[in-house]
């Protein structure tokens, strides 16, 4: 069973061998933090400190459980706000006491790489992914490109030199008007939306792995201004396909060219923008290298993706440590 607070959804949930979800909760605060327009630290703990002893109840009843049928515990350690993470911790660390199970600590972006391995009890296992593996790991607050050599074994290719991909569409989103959080409302807007519509720059940072958002969110930027400054109404759909286009060009792009580089069998795309369904749509339109991307339930925060790095980091020998703190600042390599 695992624990996840590192922002603002409260989640818990139950997998049987590693890779079978058993029952998942996820409570979101997002209507919450849509008011402040982003996350908002200090409501964010306060929340989960009301809602994590329910979510863990609610996990437990879903899969027809009690704690007395728990193998082992994990949770999320890092990287995230440290006001919302110690909820979680300390939630899990006070289970591991009254029950004498072991807890393994986890990294919230190694949990994103593991919910590829998850999938629902009952349904038959997809096939896991094969190493070497090329691993774009795009969320709210890490963009970066890493090669997988096999179980927790990362090598980082490159990252965002600025905003996470996931950070640039919650602020266009902002800019325009949409609502929060920006990456599903851009997703929407763009259904309506001419791709084409304006030119954007993308950023291919050429001979590095890196990313860069910030001349892509600059260029939007200017062109919002300059129709607000002409009193013409800004096609708002047309700007957020082009924008989105952007994004996913790069992503897209830059991750095969690594993937060929580095001659892998396989790619994973993980975190919360790899809902985004034009970055889905772009990968699996290919042909030339077998793609792993999480069930769209998956892709953004929720604990399977913790309980399934957890319990692989326990098959490997991690010990418990009951006296953990967490990690703010935490990179996966
Ligand atoms: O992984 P995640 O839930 O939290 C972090 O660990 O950061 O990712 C959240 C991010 C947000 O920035 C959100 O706008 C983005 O994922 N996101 C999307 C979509 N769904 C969520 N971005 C683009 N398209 C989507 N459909
Ligand atoms: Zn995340």
């Known amino acids: 069973m695992a624990i996840e607070s590192s922002c ?28 402040y327009g982003g996350v908002f630290p200090e409501v964010a703990s306060r929340q989960h400190v009301l809602s994590i002893m329910p979510v863990i109840e609610d996990t437990l009843a879903k899969s027809h459980l009690t704690l007395s049928d728990i193998d082992a515990l994990a949770v999320t350690r890092g990287p995230g706000l440290a006001g919302s993470l110690v909820v979680g911790v300390n939630a899990a660390k006070g289970l591991a006491l009254g029950t004498g199970l072991p807890l393994i600590g986890v990294n919230h972006l190694e949990g994103h790489l593991y919910s590829a391995w998850v999938y629902n009890a009952g349904q038959t296992p997809p096939p896991e992914p094969e190493f070497p593996l090329m691993v774009l790991l795009v969320s709210g607050g890490h963009t970066e490109l890493d ?8 090598k980082r290719l490159g990252s965002t030199l600025d905003d996470a991909a996931g950070e640039a569409f919650d602020k266009i989103g902002r800019v325009l008007g949409l609502s929060y959080p920006g990456g599903p409302a851009i997703q929407k807007a763009s259904e309506e939306g001419d791709p084409h519509r304006f030119e954007l720059p993308r950023a291919w940072l050429e001979d590095t792995w890196n990313f860069s958002f910030s001349g892509l ?3 939007v930027l200017r062109e919002v201004k300059s129709f607000h400054a002409q009193g013409r109404t800004l096609p708002a759909a047309d700007m957020a396909a082009s924008f989105q286009e952007a994004v996913v060009d790069v992503l897209f792009i830059k991750t095969m060219d690594a993937a060929r580089e580095f001659q892998v069998k396989e790619i994973l795309v993980a975190g919360g923008v790899s809902a985004n369904h034009a970055l889905r749509e772009r990968f699996l339109h290919q042909r030339e290298f077998p793609v792993h991307i999480p069930a769209l339930s998956l892709c953004t925060d929720n604990a399977a993706m913790v309980a399934a790095a957890g319990y692989r980091r326990l098959a490997l020998g991690q010990p418990s440590a009951m006296d953990m703190d967490v990690l703010p600042t935490w990179p996966l390599a």
């Open 8 to 35: 603002d959804e409260t989640a818990c949930a139950v997998l049987e061998n590693g890779r079978a979800l058993l029952g998942s909760t996820v409570a979101s605060q997002m209507d919450i933090h849509a008011r």
């Open 217 to 219: 969110k600059t260029a």
């Open 147 to 154: 090669l997988m050599t096999g179980h927790l074994e990362y």
